[in-house]
């Protein structure tokens, strides 16, 4: 079984739960935290979020009175901060595929410093392979409250990856298919003005994003579609891999010349929520049939999924601690 390891070794400082962790996480292709409830493993996906995103949680902007560790101990002189520190395996189909440790700090005011060298310590050039590479990462941070808000987000998210393989294509298609819309819309308005006296208005999205966000999935059980808004949160949950998936796969099909497609890295927690025994075991088989492809962050406190270090293929299995002072 191939592997997709992107993220080889991760140290955080000061966030949130997470005072300091005493040693490197060293991460391979599907990485499974798991432990008793508060002692950071959510946080490590949220630090991990922060990083790529600059963001903790999908929407919410880094705080710093929020994020910094509130058992940390600062030198004298020294402003607080927090630090997050990877090292990323580079594929050696770049000549410079010597592994990179990029580092950022950030302070009250925000960012503060975002560095990456090499492991000798070295700059590596901006225009190289590995750096270009790394800052084409996209880590997908899937929150353990999965609703119909997150799942509209979600829906947002494919119709970026959609557009990104054609944008002007895509863009074309989507004005005409809006204007159409409107068209239709303000029929429907005028209709209304004539025949009851009311000066009606509906509200059209302002653009095709709004509206593919609130595109709905229906099954087909015996014959009847049923839209997926009116079934448990269970079976809406084991849509939501299949379609990151699909949303890695188009970013990663982007080709053309000197273009670098971008990997995704997910940080998905507990993934076996509002899920059935069984169902939870099959969506860790899925996952770990994913992790070929990308590399899998998760936490849970299901068997399923801490099982399938019994397999081939063995996943890391990050038990995370806590101490009295943090994580």
Partial sequence: MTAMEIIKSVEITNFRS????????????????????????????????????????????FRFQDDFC???????????EITIKIEFAIPTRFKDYEPLIWTKVWRREGLHSSTIMTKNGEVPSAKGGGVQWVNKIKYKYIPAIRGAEYFNYLMGELHDAFSEIDPEAFQTVS??????????????VQNITQRLGYNSQIGMPSNFRQLFATLDFSLNQSGVL???????????????????????????????????????????????????????????DIFQIFSEDLQIFINTHSPAFYSLAKKEGIPTILYLVKHKTGT
């Fill in 18 to 61: 997470i005072q300091k962790l005493e040693t490197p996480i060293s991460a391979t292709h599907l990485n499974i935290i798991v432990g008793k409830n508060d002692i950071g493993k959510s946080n490590f996906l949220k630090a991990l979020n922060l990083f790529f995103n600059n963001e903790t949680e999908i929407a919410a902007p």
């Fill in 226 to 284: 049923i839209s997926l808004n009116k079934k448990g949160d269970g079976i809406k949950a084991q849509h939501i891999p299949i379609i990151l998936k699909t949303i890695a796969d188009h970013y990663k099909s982007v080709t053309g010349h000197a273009v670098i497609a971008p990997e995704t890295i997910w940080g998905f927690e507990e993934p076996e929520n509002n899920m059935e025994m069984g169902n939870a075991f099959k969506l860790a």
């Fill in 175 to 188: 004005t005409q298919f809006t204007k159409g819309l409107k068209k239709q819309v303000d029929l429907l």
């Fill in 70 to 80: 509130k058992h940390a101990t600062t030198p004298a002189k020294k402003a607080p």
